[in-house]
């Protein structure tokens, strides 16, 4: 058995394409031309689209908690890092990211526009897309992170008690909802 530390401590199988699926509700929503049945239709997915939100937001809470675990422990290989070796581009590193942050943008306008009601995310939500663009940034993609020591967190990532994290990120794991991380996210950012 490989002696190291995780890539992925198991977030894997609850990742959600965010930019897919919004586009693919939203093409959805659009099919209508009558504007009373795209208001229906946008009713009926706002809360899905919010809920993809929150567990992509969780996985980005989960990645730095877990980087921020790295660095407490003694340098190890990191095993599995599928990203290891490739080619690095910045734009297709952080398309979907960038998706999110633009999201947060216009999201509020369409649920004024649909549903007239005022909906605005928390500051909160905006340190923590843009710390994890600085961590992809950073770590140009992870294509050269082959050691622990490799990670580089972004600037005012809080580190103070990481080598807690893990049990915290089993603990959400074990619940197999991302958006658990939420609860989290004041003791990283």
């Given at each position: 058995?490989e002696?190291?530390?995780?890539?992925?401590?198991?977030?894997?199988?609850?990742?959600?394409?965010?930019?897919?699926?919004?586009?693919?509700?939203?093409?959805?929503?659009?099919?209508?031309?009558?504007?009373?049945?795209?208001?229906?239709?946008?009713?009926?997915?706002?809360?899905?689209?919010?809920?993809?939100?929150?567990?992509?937001?969780?996985?980005?809470i989960?990645?730095?908690?877990?980087?921020?675990y790295?660095?407490?422990?003694?340098?190890?290989?990191?095993?599995?890092?599928?990203?290891?070796?490739?080619?690095?581009?910045?734009e297709?590193?952080?398309?979907?990211?960038?998706?999110?942050?633009?999201?947060?943008?216009?999201?509020?306008?369409?649920?004024k526009?649909?549903?007239s009601?005022?909906?605005?995310?928390d500051?909160?939500?905006?340190?923590?897309?843009?710390?994890?663009?600085?961590?992809?940034?950073?770590?140009?993609?992870?294509?050269?992170?082959?050691?622990?020591?490799?990670?580089?967190?972004p600037?005012?990532?809080?580190?103070?008690?990481?080598?807690?994290?893990?049990?915290?990120?089993?603990?959400?794991?074990?619940?197999?909802?991302?958006?658990?991380?939420?609860?989290?996210?004041?003791?990283?950012?």
């Open positions: 058995m002696k190291g530390l995780e890539f992925d401590p198991g977030f894997a199988p609850y990742i959600l394409a965010f930019q897919g699926t919004v586009n693919y509700l939203y093409a959805d929503i659009n099919r209508f031309k009558n504007f009373s049945q795209k208001k229906m239709k946008f009713r009926q997915y706002y809360k899905k689209i919010l809920e993809v939100f929150n567990n992509n937001l969780g996985f980005y989960g990645c730095l908690m877990w980087a921020a790295f660095k407490t422990q003694e340098e190890q290989d990191i095993l599995n890092n599928h990203c290891f070796g490739g080619k690095y581009n910045e297709e590193n952080t398309i979907e990211t960038d998706y999110m942050i633009n999201f947060v943008r216009l999201f509020p306008k369409d649920m526009y649909f549903l009601e005022n909906f605005e995310f500051e909160e939500v905006n340190k923590i897309l843009n710390a994890y663009k600085e961590f992809l940034t950073i770590n140009k993609g992870f294509v050269e992170s082959k050691k622990t020591t490799d990670i580089l967190l600037e005012g990532i809080k580190t103070e008690g990481a080598e807690t994290f893990k049990e915290k990120i089993d603990e959400v794991l074990k619940e197999k909802d991302l958006s658990k991380f939420l609860n989290f996210a004041d003791l990283i950012i």
